[in-house]
């Protein structure tokens, strides 16, 4: 069963795109499990005001009702009355517009879940192209920023940490004994430091740390060699050094 957090007239605007015949029902926090199977429940938090706002134009009162909707979904969840989250696009740039100093969902959820330790994870299950058993599985040591600032984010710490993270994701899923393999930086991971050294002096030294803790991780290689490996079933996860690393996966 499905429930929207967002304004019903807008929903009913979408549903009408589409040419859909399903009824919106407006709720409150006491009615969540009540709509009909030829209805879709309709939560609005936020005030109307994002009625005013011209389609296809950032604004900042849609970033703040975009903020709204995600809180309360989160709220919800947290709380036990809804089992899952799906989310739409967030515009950053309405987001800060509205005043509201966050890169994307990510950190957003992170802070509202008081989560410390986190990464945005790509998934792909297993299927023709992905061939590992339990599919093939993304995480970005660094995320929503520009390539620029990437070398000055990444760190040893960081890199383990998301290696940990992945190891501990997998493990959950029924995979006792993930292989991870991790993303170099640089083209051809940096050729013994000619086209850069984080792989030898950040990147190496983490996988080395991990290894010694009893994880089985391979790297830094490069990531479009690494994705198909992983692809072809040698890898479980993988961890990226930065966002668009990570979407190569999707590309396959």
Do not use: W
Not at 229 to 242: L, N, S
């Amino acid at each position: 069963q499905f429930l929207v957090i967002g304004h019903p007239q807008i929903l009913s605007r979408a549903l009408q795109l589409v040419g859909s015949a399903q009824k919106v029902v407006t709720l409150n926090d006491e009615q969540l499990a009540t709509v009909a199977p030829d209805e879709i429940g309709c939560l609005n938090p936020g005030s109307g005001d994002v009625l005013d706002v011209i389609d296809g134009t950032i604004d900042a009162r849609a970033g703040r009702a975009a903020y709204e909707y995600l809180i309360r979904a989160t709220d919800l969840a947290l709380a036990g009355q809804i089992d899952a989250i799906v989310t739409a696009p967030l515009n950053k740039a309405a987001l800060h517009d509205a005043g509201i100093d966050y890169p994307g969902h990510t950190e957003i959820l992170a802070e509202r879940c008081g989560v410390h330790e986190y990464a945005m994870m790509l998934h792909l299950p297993a299927c023709d192209v992905v061939r590992g058993e339990f599919g093939l599985s993304v995480n970005h040591v660094t995320l929503h920023t520009s390539i620029r600032s990437v070398p000055d984010l990444i760190s040893e710490e960081a890199v383990r940490e998301k290696i940990e993270l992945m190891d501990d994701f997998l493990i959950r899923i029924g995979c006792a004994e993930p292989r991870i393999g991790v993303c170099a930086l640089n083209p051809h991971a940096g050729e013994n430091g000619l086209f850069g050294d984080e792989e030898q002096q950040l990147i190496s030294p983490a996988v080395a740390v991990t290894r010694e803790r009893g994880h089985k991780v391979d790297g830094p290689i490069p990531a479009d060699a690494l994705l198909r490996r992983g692809a072809a079933g040698e890898f479980d996860g993988i961890v990226a050094m930065y966002h668009d690393q990570g979407h190569i996966a999707l590309k396959l």
